[in-house]
């Protein structure tokens, strides 16, 4: 399977405290993306970085990348309860339009 | 701008039935994706129509079916259910900026919840 892995595969924290997650993949990417689901249901698009880029922000989020080590990290700070949530990493196959492989995910829980 | 929508939101369907999924693309975007997603797991790539054609397809077998409509919307189509094909059912839309550019984020809609007695 080319699907990649989010680690932990779970996390509590308290509201206010940093959450850090982990993405390990397998393939060349043109991109990586992370995206966050609530209970179960669609999937919300978070960020992008390109394979020549090394991090990203966007809010409290703070994504960075390691194409030699094919692994990807997402930070956010100062959490908030409506954070928690499942999050997954996801990248575009390699000769393929934007079909997408997404990892296991890693979910989230911010208590209050 | 509605953004994608799916229907029907829940499901209940016998083993061996057939099944139809629906999904409306986001306003501009020509490209739609079908995902399943176990309970527990990350979403599973089913195929991606474009141009009303299917363009790539993931490791699903032929009782997966779909279509894509000239307004762009799209069905998935499942026969002969499997107490296994029970997932939240994902549609994703995005644009299509040719190939290789694949730096494009894709919609999802809320999925349809499939369960299989």
């Known amino acids: 399977s080319q699907q990649g892995e989010e680690d932990p595969q779970a996390l509590s924290i308290q509201e206010g405290e940093n959450a850090t997650m982990n993405c390990s993949y397998k393939?060349?990417?043109?991109?990586l993306q992370w995206y966050r689901q609530n209970s179960g249901r669609g999937l919300v698009h978070l960020i992008l970085i390109r394979s020549n880029e090394r991090e990203k922000h966007s809010g409290r989020l703070r994504v960075t990348l390691d194409t030699s080590k094919k692994s990807s990290s997402l930070l956010i700070t100062a959490s908030r309860a409506a954070d928690t949530a499942s999050y997954f990493c996801?990248?575009?196959?390699?000769?393929?339009?934007?079909?997408?492989?997404f990892g296991t995910g890693t979910k989230l829980q911010v208590i209050p | 701008d509605a953004g994608v929508t799916q229907s029907p939101t829940h499901l209940i369907k016998t083993r061996g039935q057939q099944v139809t999924l629906r999904c409306s693309p986001k306003s501009g975007h020509d490209t739609v994706s079908w995902y399943q997603q176990a309970l527990g797991q990350g979403p599973q790539f089913i195929f991606q129509?474009?141009?009303?054609?299917?363009?790539q397809r993931g490791n699903f077998p032929d009782r997966f079916s779909g279509h894509q409509f000239p307004n762009y919307s799209s069905e998935l189509n499942v026969n002969a259910l499997l107490l296994g094909d029970s997932a939240l059912y994902l549609c994703?839309?995005?644009?299509?900026?040719?190939?290789?550019?694949?730096?494009?984020?894709?919609?999802f809609g809320q999925g349809t919840r499939l369960t299989v007695v």
């Open positions: 129509y474009y141009e009303e054609e299917e363009r």
């Open positions: 994703a839309s995005s644009p299509d900026r040719g190939f290789p550019n694949v730096n494009t984020e894709a919609f």
């Open positions: 393939t060349s990417i043109n991109n």
């Open positions: 996801a990248h575009p196959n390699s000769g393929g339009y934007q079909k997408v492989t």
